[in-house]
């Protein structure tokens, strides 16, 4: 068992033990926010065939080679073509035709010019310039070309990917299905939201950070149950959540005292103990356990102490359970708006938000970095590193961190 291992060595511990779960068809509709579980390939060609970029009128470039203010070219207008219809009759020398936005280029035409460019008759246009083979059509395949690869396996479908499905006619996508998360609060002074709060009880924070948080990253939560600090209780829940969960995560009872009691109902439940301890502020107190296959994932019941282990340790291990190809956080270095007086003895995470400005990326802590306090997380959206050893840091010292 690994003790005050550093942050990294718990994040690539987690890793190596974290395997993608299994694949599930979802309709095109249902798809934003899963995850492709297998490379796309492109079926055909997007635009499958050549079309207008305007509404105007298709002709040959060669017809109005020699076309000016001074010498115009007048073409006879052979048809009109909708967009969604095909041109009956060929594009010869010295013929036009008229064709809206999105409408098949007809054979014989190798270039568009958008009306507002021409001079009109109900039977001619004329044109004032030239043009070459080409201008104004988007080619077929110029979108997507038939082969290609859209996407890799474990790309987060957003907007464009699902529009790019659909033109290429795919109604059902092969995706992962989204972990369970099993969640398990740990403490005889916790209540729930939703119940009296007698004197000296908390209400129970970490349920729904946690149920907040996992779901932001595409997870299901099943909330297991609230228990005390009876070591039989907590393993109860445990053994519930390995039974249909694909991961378990408790909150309480992983420090050193008589009543952190987690660490020894995650034994009693059959998993083994990988680690105790992360050199790391917040979030030192943790236990990090596997039982039957399964990570089972013990957090300081602190809730920013909590949150910062595990956003800095633990959520690259759910990404890959989630099958992300993108399990690492995004990587930063950003300019601290303000100083923060205390010693680093260890790896020290600050929780704040990024600024953009003036060229420079700029991170601005919350102002009160306590271990418990819960409200300096909202709306963090980076954490930056203050590397173990340092003394306190000045405003504009650039600091390594991630995003969220």
């Known amino acids: 068992m690994l003790q005050n291992a550093t942050w990294i060595e718990a994040r690539d511990l987690l890793l190596s033990l974290a395997k993608p779960v299994e694949e599930e068809t979802v309709a095109l509709d249902h798809c934003a926010g899963r995850v492709l579980a297998f490379d796309l390939l492109a079926a055909e060609d997007v635009p499958r065939f050549d079309r207008s970029a305007y509404d105007g009128y298709a002709f040959r470039a060669e017809d109005v080679r020699e076309a000016s203010k001074e010498h115009p070219v007048t073409l006879r207008i052979t048809e009109t073509i909708p967009a969604g219809q095909v041109g009956r009759f060929p594009v010869e020398e010295g013929q036009a035709a008229h064709l809206m936005t999105g409408a098949k280029i007809p054979a014989g035409a190798d270039c568009v010019i958008n009306f507002e460019r021409t001079a009109l008759t109900e039977e001619t246009v004329t044109l004032f310039q030239p043009l070459r083979p080409g201008d104004n059509i988007v080619k077929r395949g110029e979108d997507v ?30 995706v ?14 916790v209540v729930e939201a939703d119940q009296e709060q007698p004197e000296g009880k908390i209400r129970n924070a970490n349920r729904a950070t946690f149920t907040a948080l996992l779901a932001k990253e595409g997870c299901l939560v099943r909330y297991l149950g609230l228990a005390g600090d009876e070591v039989g209780e907590i393993s109860r829940l445990i053994s519930e959540g390995l039974k249909e969960c694909d991961a378990v995560i408790l909150t309480g009872g992983v420090s050193v005292g008589d ?26 107190a943790c236990a990090y356990g596997l039982a039957e296959g399964k990570l089972v994932l013990g957090l300081s019941g602190n809730p920013a102490s909590s949150l910062t282990n595990f956003c800095a340790c633990a959520l690259p291990a759910l990404r890959k359970l989630c099958g992300r190809k993108d399990i690492l956080p995004a ?22 938000r990024l600024e953009l400005g003036d060229g420079t990326v700029r991170f601005a802590a919350s102002s009160d970095q306590g271990n418990v306090v819960l409200s300096s997380t909202i709306g963090c959206d980076a954490f930056a590193l203050i590397p173990a050893g340092s003394g306190p840091v000045e405003p504009g010292t650039i600091l390594d961190g991630f995003v969220l």
């Not at 038939?146 to 092969?174: E, H, K, N, Y």
């Not at 995650?266 to 030192?284: F, S, T």
């Open 145 to 174: 070309a038939a082969g290609a690869l859209l996407a890799p396996a474990g790309t987060v479908i957003d907007a464009g990917l699902a529009g790019t499905l659909a033109a290429q006619g795919i109604s059902g996508v092969w």
């Open 176 to 189: 992962r299905r989204r972990p369970v998360i099993g969640l398990i609060s740990t403490g005889s002074e």
């Open 259 to 284: 009543w952190d009691v987690t660490p020894a109902a995650m034994e009693q439940a059959g998993a083994d103990i990988l680690l105790r301890g992360v050199r790391m502020k917040p979030g030192m």
């Open 331 to 352: 990587f930063i270095r950003a300019s601290l708006v303000r100083g923060f007086k205390k010693k680093s003895p260890s790896d020290r995470f600050l929780r704040g």
